[in-house]
């Protein structure tokens, strides 16, 4: 006969619970022994540093490139503007010479208009001294009339200025004068006076006739032929 000493189940689940305990962490102790030896956790925070290094050195290659691409765009912008200042002056100069074409054009004109009239010795009080007279769009007719004095210290002349513009209509004689009848004119030297001429449908102009009046009486007159 033996007598066998019996352990509580309460003891025994405490005393393996020990030892599963100590067996884990002589387990965790080897596994972190065997990583220090290998190097591992020391290799893996270097790559992580160099890795954080690099990414530090992105950015910063990065703020870098959006400083460059903000002032190229500010470059950019700038070279837009002075462009389209820059062909806003050119327009304006080209408008500008083509003004002062046009007005050295008129200049040139008036000024052979007025050696054509230069008066002629002998000459006194009112005279035409010269008449030109030509179409415009193939319908409407130009006409100019210098009237002069030449005459030193001549005092003003007052009177007016018809014109009669003779022709043919439908094979038959016609004539007219300006719609508003003759003109005023006033003069001390000289004096130019000019106008268009508004010819009616299926009328053939032959010729002009300019007379300077005074008090119902001719003065001057000239004719020209077309």
């Given at each position: 006969m033996s007598v066998r000493s019996s352990m509580p189940w309460p003891v025994r689940w405490a005393l393996a619970a020990i030892v599963l305990g100590f067996c884990a962490a002589i387990s965790l102790w080897a596994f972190e022994f065997g990583k220090d030896?290998?190097?591992l956790d020391h290799g893996t925070k270097?790559?992580?540093?160099k890795l954080r290094a690099e990414m530090?050195?992105?950015h910063s290659e990065l703020e870098k490139a959006k400083e460059d691409r903000d002032k190229a765009q500010s470059i950019a912008d700038t070279i837009g503007t002075l462009v389209t200042a820059g062909k806003a002056s050119?327009?304006?100069l080209i408008e500008q010479?083509?003004?002062l074409q046009a007005?050295?054009?008129g200049l040139r004109n008036d000024l052979g208009f007025f050696?054509?009239?230069i008066p002629s010795g002998g000459v006194e009080g009112v005279a035409i001294r010269g008449l030109q007279a030509e179409f415009q769009n193939g319908k409407d007719l130009k006409w100019q009339v210098l009237v002069i004095q030449a005459s030193k210290n001549a005092s003003e002349f007052s009177g007016e200025l018809e014109m009669t513009f003779s022709g043919v209509l439908n094979g038959k004689p016609w004539t007219a004068t300006l719609p508003n009848g003759a003109l005023p004119l006033k003069i001390k030297q000289y004096g130019r006076l000019e106008g268009i001429f508004e010819v009616?449908?299926?009328v053939q102009v032959k010729g002009v006739v300019a007379k300077v009046l005074e008090g119902g009486s001719v003065r001057a007159s000239q004719s020209l032929k077309l």
């Open positions: 030896i290998a190097g270097q790559e992580l540093l530090d050195g992105m050119e327009y304006k010479v083509k003004q007005e050295n054009q050696e054509k009239l009616p449908a299926q």
